[in-house]
């Protein structure tokens, strides 16, 4: 394996499913015997309820309706998803629409997701074909996935003008580097500023997985270059913390614990920032859809033994008085993409280990649980798995494609 490809995984690992490394050294809880009481499912199914999917994509019935109606009583729903999959976008940007979301916040980093924004103003299509050209395959991770890019650019379109469409959350990917240059080389004036963004395009060109290794002597560099910048000194930021983020899955530096806790802390930064300057410009408080991987929109302590974007995100709305909901979009069936390999693989459900869970009765094509009620009987059930009780206190709602699709990478066109 080369040393990008080496990254390139080592980063995939970090972002698919970041307590896999963690687990190497870190003893793993285990769920209990595969056992449960026949009272829990029964609980499961009188608290589930039928979305249906139309010729057309558009999601109706029962279970929809629940869902849209808690929703547009919050002013921040997370979406947690099982990601690389083609139906968990497009059921994001459904909601998007019918909740009419401000903005849209998503595991990039802060600057990608600006370049992102950029090329979607540009006009349709001008995100995927970018992401198309060589070296640019991986800068935007997960709207390298066809079905992400025009769910991204569709959601972009319909926020306000008055605010950014897109807000970055987490540390800028390993193959950012094509989507920081652009913003660089617009900001270099003087001959140093020039030679410094020469240099960092010239090592991005040659390795474009380079910000997943990237030294403190080349950010060091961009630094000294643009003393006074504001715009290069936020990159220079942001590409410090990427590097310590990284660190222990590239180059074997530091814990994992500790690079996950400044990954899901700046999520956390970045959504506020975000989102008080959403409100100045509106006026108002923003409606605002958050789309992460379920590990990080978990209530509570997540499977990284870290407090989650999610419990924050929960707790700090509650103190603003902004209500928050927190859905689980899982898959009981069907295949995900692989980024790695480019492969079709089977999706791997974030309830692979809560047997109760994975005896809820399908109910359709899209099978929605209400976890709320749930909560106050928990105590009752005498025989529930670990998983299970865990997934019912960290998420409001469970929603479960029978079979999901896998995703289209742009490149592999």
């Not at 992400?148 to 008055?162: C, F, N």
Request: glycine share 8%; net charge negative; charged share 20%.
């Amino acid at each position: 394996m080369t040393n990008s490809n080496f990254i390139f995984a080592a980063a995939m690992l970090a972002v698919l499913n970041p307590n896999t490394a963690a687990q190497a050294t870190e003893p793993v809880q285990q769920s209990d015997p595969d056992k449960f009481d026949a009272e829990t499912v029964v609980l499961l199914n009188e608290n589930s309820l039928t979305i249906n999917v139309g010729v057309d994509g558009t999601y109706s019935g029962p279970g929809w309706d629940r869902l849209i109606g808690e929703g547009e009583n919050a002013g921040i729903v997370i979406l947690g998803e099982q990601h690389a999959t083609a139906d968990i976008p497009a059921l994001a940007n459904q909601l998007h629409a019918t909740l009419k979301s401000d903005a849209l916040a998503i595991e990039v980093g802060p600057w990608s997701t600006r370049y992102a924004a950029e090329l979607i103003k540009q006009g349709a299509g001008k995100l995927e074909a970018w992401q198309a050209r060589s070296g640019h395959g991986f800068a935007f991770p997960f709207l390298f996935f066809a079905e992400e890019s025009k769910a991204a650019e569709a959601m972009a379109l319909r926020s306000p003008e008055k605010i950014e469409p897109l807000w970055g959350l987490d540390q800028e990917f390993v193959g950012s580097g094509a989507s920081l240059l652009p913003i660089l080389q617009r900001e270099a004036n003087t001959d140093a500023q020039k030679a410094a963004v020469e240099n960092f395009g010239a090592a991005q060109s040659k390795d474009p997985m380079m910000v997943g290794s990237i030294d403190d002597p080349a950010i060091d560099a961009l630094a000294d270059a643009f003393t006074g910048n504001t715009i290069v000194s936020e990159i220079v930021a942001a590409l410090r913390i990427t590097n310590a983020i990284y660190a222990p899955y590239t180059r074997g530096i530091g814990s994992f614990y500790e690079a996950n806790l400044k990954r899901e802390n700046y999520m956390k930064t970045n959504f506020v920032t975000a989102y008080n300057k959403a409100k100045s410009n509106l006026g108002r408080n923003p409606r605002v859809l958050v789309k992460l991987g379920g590990n990080h929109a978990m209530r509570g302590i997540n499977d990284t033994n870290l407090p989650a974007f999610g419990n924050f995100a929960a707790e700090w709305g509650h103190g603003q008085e902004i209500g928050v909901v927190n859905i689980m979009v899982d898959c009981f069936g069907g295949q995900a993409r692989s980024p790695q390999s480019n492969k079709a693989e089977p999706c791997e459900a974030m309830a692979a280990n809560a047997p109760a869970l994975k005896a809820i009765e399908k109910k359709g094509p899209v099978t929605l649980v209400d976890f709320r009620p749930m909560r106050a009987t928990l105590g009752k059930l005498k025989n529930i798995d670990a998983r299970s009780r865990e997934l019912i206190l960290a998420f409001d709602f469970y929603l479960v494609f029978a079979a999901v699709r896998p995703a289209t990478m742009i490149q592999s066109k």
